[in-house]
């Protein structure tokens, strides 16, 4: 009979959750001895009809309080701080990572490589090398969670959330959506596979894929208008957008923001909420003729450009 | 003295535990409303900080001369209501009626200012939805969400209240109220000022913010 | 008039004597009699759930069954059983008894609370009856306001109807136990459960407020199709999770409060001494409340909320846990040089520490952000809570009831099968949640009708449980039921206990008090014990 008590360890979070984890588990041992044997000993010592001492001590009640109040206070800030920092590793990614993208829609995951290969409920990566997924909802709020990870993200429409890793271990791993959204929620799953490097680059290629994402994004670019105005046009004066990504842009209120994927998915969405410093509101939304797989397509190809420099202005 | 009893609730000990629970009973149910309302002016906050120009946008075109008009009715209403509440500790019936009933005209009045003005609204496209003035920004919308929930949520407590009042005015007509006796009045007075206070903070939030920026 | 055979009950036998009656202690029970059917569907809801997930298939019900049911148990559960049940029922009978008082400030508003938990109550109930509610109790949006097809504008009326019953409780509590404690009652010398109903009563009235605005907005988005938590318009779903969860933190503290007060008045009774470290089991009751209402956003750590704001609810979630931690240390130590006796209220006030203790210690899993980030949204939440509202607060409830019921009915419960009844639930409870803490770090998700086989053991095991479990609870409703007709009947006083309720008969009179008591002691004065656990000088 199997009795698995806990996932296969197959990143580097993994081992660090693991390690807090048997630590809580250990200290909660603890604690219940701590509480239950003295309990029941005083149950069957001083059970009623039992000869006993039961004369009543005159006992230092205030210093007993506080002992007891401040050494689990002082524990559990000690856990609170371990956990906090492995978290905040946990959530702020490496500089260097594969980037991949990850939409949920009710109720199915569609995955987007660099490269162009598409998959639907199943991730290809390799191991030991940092993955971070920006991950994109079309309808509900979704979770991306991969017990043999130890790590999830809610996946949140209306914004890109990121969720990164170092698999450790090559093998077939489950995911799932945790957090319910509707009818076939329970369905809303699939496998992660981590390769060897080799295998990987095979797997890839092996998917004959014609336009990496960042070129489908260009196809879109010059599809959906966006040509138009940002390259070089004589009648409507639209910012640059070579050499953009991860710059500080100026806004019409005179503060400044950085042009990440958040600013870039906004400026296509919600055009009119920052404007650009020296130009006009003039920029039409994209909401509702723009899919998330199309979204991300378009900001991958402006952070192929993000390296070049823009071009004079006139 | 059986007369006097009678004003006693038979659960408390005398008229001054009654009065203390009464007091005590309509602040904790204000503090309620203000965490009822908080939530609203909590989500407010959260959304004029994301759409800075888009909520500036929206406050241009709310009416400040219906507001305003509004804002002197509602503060005039929280003073006859005051008045009330002091003929009612001084026992004078005929008073107490003509200041509560000067209320419900005055908050009556306000219902009515609101009605033409949430019907100017209508006519202008100022309620979020396919008919949205598209001049405005799109997120002038939320900014219009706010304001047609904040007041009507204001109105219907202004409603609610019109009834406490007459409520009030008929039991002081039948004397029910004397300097023994008067916390029905005072904690109905504390109800009305409350909903006075809370349009205090409605009227800059949805009227003066920008305007003339 | 002063017919010994008179109390509560006898006086009057007509329906519109209880329809329309202002005795708190009648209130009590038309409340009683009313969770008990909410219960009963919440229940057989849960009993379909684990029925369903004995095999790894959704072969039983339908998707969209199977999220109707565990929606309708979650808000069923919640806001119709445990949150009104201590208070409303043994709140309601007993904080008047125990300060002395004829009843509670405002007994009509006490009625009124009662219809509004009715009408709210029919709301959600035809609800129901029409298809149900697929959202979660939790109603995140957009899925509720843009996406879901189903009765969610019934259910959130019929929430917020009843919420705002809680709040008049929640505001009658406190004027009462404010202004009508009896002479010589200071605030050090009440009862523990009175501190804990204070505490309780000052959530309910100010977090139960946020919940209403939420599901109004919630609904006006949801009808008027515009709204403030839709992105398309640029708004932001996570502010309703922040709406939510705002209240609904508090809200778990308003269900557990109630049961923490209730087992700190068994435990002194059944061990025939004065609680240890009275002043600080108080305050801790109220940290508990002021606390609770800070830490909300331990259940958006993976929400994409800032990691920032993670960190201080994860530090703040920490010391919430301290007050409770205290609690169990005191209560262990009233034990020490005690006289202990093991009747059923006892067993499940033991009982509950137990089940208590652990749920508790698994929240500190989940307020350690690293382990939540796995365990969040997973199996190990459900067993979490579940030890803490059924181990816990349902438990309580049950000793809470075995030890008042003499003194509301007037009659005894039959001890024995009341003994076992008490170690049937124990043992049916850890069998059915226990496995689930082991699936949810296994990676189970929650709200799933469907699972991978590799999870199938332990479900088993939990449905197993599930089958104890209820008998735990079915013999308690029979014995009770036959209680009422062929039980002993009891004494002013059968457990000796202190405290101002013990001194009206069994049951008490309708206006409880002839004369207002005055009081000179502390609470839980038991005279000294002799070496084999007597009171020699009583």
Same mark, same amino acid.
């Given at each position: 009979m199997n009795f698995p008590l806990f996932p296969q360890e197959a990143s580097t979070a993994a081992a660090q959750t693991d390690h807090i984890y048997f630590a809580l588990l250990g200290l909660s041992a603890f604690i219940l001895a701590l509480v239950f044997l003295p309990m029941i000993f005083f149950l069957f010592k001083y059970r009623s009809g039992k000869i006993a001492n039961r004369a009543q001590l005159n006992l230092p009640t205030n210093k007993i309080e506080v002992t007891w109040t401040v050494i689990p206070t002082l524990i559990a800030l000690g856990i609170f701080a371990w956990g906090a920092k492995v978290y905040f590793d946990e959530e702020v990614p490496p500089a260097n990572t594969l980037e991949i993208n990850v939409v949920g829609k009710q109720w199915m995951w569609k995955i987007q490589h660099q490269e162009g290969n598409h998959e639907i409920n199943e991730l290809h990566i390799p191991v030991n090398r940092a993955v971070k997924l920006t991950l994109a909802s079309e309808d509900v709020i979704h979770s991306f969670y991969i017990p043999a990870f130890r790590i999830k993200q809610d996946v949140v429409p209306g914004r890109f959330t990121t969720e990164w890793f170092q698999p450790t271990r090559v093998g077939t791993y489950r995911f799932y959506c945790?957090?319910?959204?509707?009818?076939d929620h329970s369905k809303m799953q699939g496998i992660v596979f981590v390769m060897k490097p080799q295998d990987y680059e095979n797997w890839l290629a092996r998917g004959?894929?014609?336009?990496?994402l960042a070129q489908s994004g260009e196809n879109l670019f010059r599809r959906l208008g966006c040509?138009?105005?940002?390259?070089?046009s004589n009648v409507i004066h639209a910012p640059p957008l070579?050499?953009?990504?991860?710059k500080l842009v100026p806004l019409s209120d005179k503060t400044f923001v950085r042009a990440d994927d958040k600013y870039l998915r906004d400026s296509i969405?919600?055009?009119?909420s920052q404007v650009v410093a020296g130009?006009?509101?003039?920029m039409p939304t994209y909401e509702g003729r723009i899919s998330e797989d199309e979204l991300l397509q378009l900001i991958a190809y402006l952070k192929s450009i993000g390296k070049e420099t823009p071009p004079k202005k006139p | 003295m059986l007369e006097r009893h009678?004003?006693?609730?038979?659960?408390?000990?005398?008229a001054e535990q009654q009065s203390a629970a009464a007091h005590l009973g309509m602040w904790t149910f204000i503090a309620t409303e203000v965490l009822f309302f908080g939530g609203l002016f909590l989500a407010y906050t959260v959304y004029r900080h994301f759409y800075f120009d888009a909520f500036a946008a929206g406050s241009k075109h709310t009416d400040a001369v219906y507001g305003t008009i509004n804002s002197v009715i509602l503060l005039t209403s929280s003073f006859t209501m005051a008045l009330a509440v002091q003929f009612a500790k001084i026992g004078r019936a005929k008073l107490i009626v003509r200041f509560l009933l000067l209320t419900v005209f005055l908050g009556a009045m306000f219902l009515a200012v609101k009605g033409f003005e949430y019907h100017e609204d209508i006519v202008k496209h100022?309620?979020?939805?396919?008919?949205?003035?598209?001049?405005?920004?799109?997120q002038s919308q939320i900014f219009f969400w706010f304001y047609w929930i904040m007041t009507g949520l204001h109105a219907v407590h202004i409603l609610i209240g019109l009834g406490v009042l007459s409520a009030m005015a008929f039991l002081a007509r039948r004397e029910k109220f004397s300097a023994q006796y008067h916390s029905p009045v005072e904690i109905t007075g504390l109800y009305w000022h409350f909903v006075d206070i809370v349009w205090l903070f409605l009227y800059p939030l949805l009227y003066l913010v920008q305007r003339h920026a | 008039m002063n017919d010994p055979e008179q109390n509560y009950l006898s006086a009057g036998w007509t329906v519109r004597s209880w329809l329309l009656t202002t005795d708190h202690k009648r209130i009590g029970i038309l409340y009683l009699l009313s969770i008990l059917v909410f219960f009963a569907i919440a229940a057989a809801a849960a009993a379909m759930m684990r029925l369903e997930l004995?095999? !790894? %298939?959704?072969?039983?019900?339908l998707s969209e069954t199977y999220n109707k049911l565990f929606t309708m148990h979650g808000v069923l559960m919640v806001w119709f059983f445990l949150i009104p049940s201590i208070p409303t029922v043994l709140g309601n009978f007993i904080i008047p008894l125990m300060i002395g008082a004829?009843?509670?400030?405002?007994p009509k508003l006490n009625l009124l609370s009662w219809y509004l938990f009715i009408i709210g109550g029919c709301f959600a109930l035809h609800a129901i009856v029409l298809g149900g509610v697929d959202?979660?109790?939790?109603?995140?949006t957009p899925y509720s306001t843009?996406?879901?097809?189903?009765?969610v504008l019934e259910m959130a009326a019929g929430i917020f109807i009843a919420g705002f019953g809680s709040i008049l409780t929640g505001l009658n509590f406190i004027i009462t136990i404010q202004k009508m404690?009896? !002479?010589?009652?200071?605030w050090f010398r009440l009862p523990l459960f009175i501190w804990s109903m204070y505490s309780t009563s000052i959530i309910l009235v100010l977090a139960t407020p946020v919940l209403a605005i939420t599901l109004l907005l919630m609904s006006i988005e949801r009808i008027w199709?515009?709204?403030?938590?839709?992105?398309?318009?640029?708004?932001?779903?996570?502010l309703f999770q922040h709406l939510f969860w705002f209240y609904s933190h508090p809200a778990v503290y308003i269900m557990i409060l109630p049961g923490l007060g209730v087992v700190s008045e068994i435990i002194p009774c059944f061990s025939r001494k004065k609680i240890f470290g009275y002043k600080f089991v108080a305050f801790s009751s109220v940290a508990i409340a002021v606390l609770g209402f800070?830490?909300?956003g331990h259940h958006m750590f993976?929400?994409? %909320?800032?990691i920032y704001a993670g960190m201080a609810f994860s530090i703040l979630s920490f010391l919430v846990a301290i007050p409770s931690a205290i609690k169990v240390f005191n209560w262990t130590a009233t034990l020490y040089r005690g006289s202990i006796s093991f009747n059923a209220p006892m067993l499940y006030a033991l009982s509950f520490i137990g089940l208590f203790v652990i749920g508790g210690l698994t929240g500190l899993f989940l307020a350690t952000l690293a382990v939540d980030v796995h365990l969040?949204?997973?199996?190990f939440v459900v067993a979490h809570f579940h030890y803490i509202m059924v181990g816990g607060m349902v438990t309580a409830f049950m000793g809470g009831l075995h030890f008042w019921w003499p003194k509301i009915t007037g009659r005894l419960y039959p001890e024995k099968l009341a003994q076992l009844a008490a170690i049937i639930l124990f043992i049916g409870f850890n069998l059915t949640f226990f496995p689930q803490f082991i699936l949810g770090y296994l990676?189970?998700?929650?709200?799933?009708h469907e699972y991978a086989p590799e999870f199938q053991l332990y479900n088993v095991l939990s449905t197993a449980g599930a089958s104890i479990l209820a008998i735990g609870y079915l013999l308690p409703l029979i014995y009770f039921l036959w209680s009422l007709f062929y039980g002993k009947k009891s004494s002013a006083n059968p457990w000796r206990?202190?405290?101002?309720?013990?001194?009206?008969?069994s049951p008490p009179?309708?206006?409880?008090?002839a004369e207002t008591p005055v009081v000179t002691e502390d609470a839980y004065e038991y005279p000294p014990l002799n070496e084999i656990g007597e009171h020699p000088d009583a």
């Open positions: 945790s957090e319910y959204c509707g009818t004959n894929v014609r336009n990496t040509s138009g105005c940002h390259v070089n070579e050499g953009l990504y991860e969405l919600l055009p009119t130009y006009q509101p003039l | 009678s004003i006693v609730a038979e659960q408390f000990e005398d100022l309620v979020p939805g396919p008919n949205f003035d598209p001049s405005l920004p799109l | 004995l095999t !790894p %298939q959704g072969d039983l019900v004829r009843d509670v400030a405002f959202t979660g109790w939790t109603f995140y843009a996406y879901s097809n189903s009765h404690r009896a !002479p010589g009652l200071t199709g515009v709204g403030i938590f839709n992105p398309k318009l640029g708004g932001d779903p996570i800070l830490v909300w993976v929400s994409s %909320q800032s969040h949204g997973t199996y990676g189970m998700p929650r709200r799933v206990a202190t405290g101002l309720e013990w001194k009206t008969s009179p309708k206006h409880n008090f």
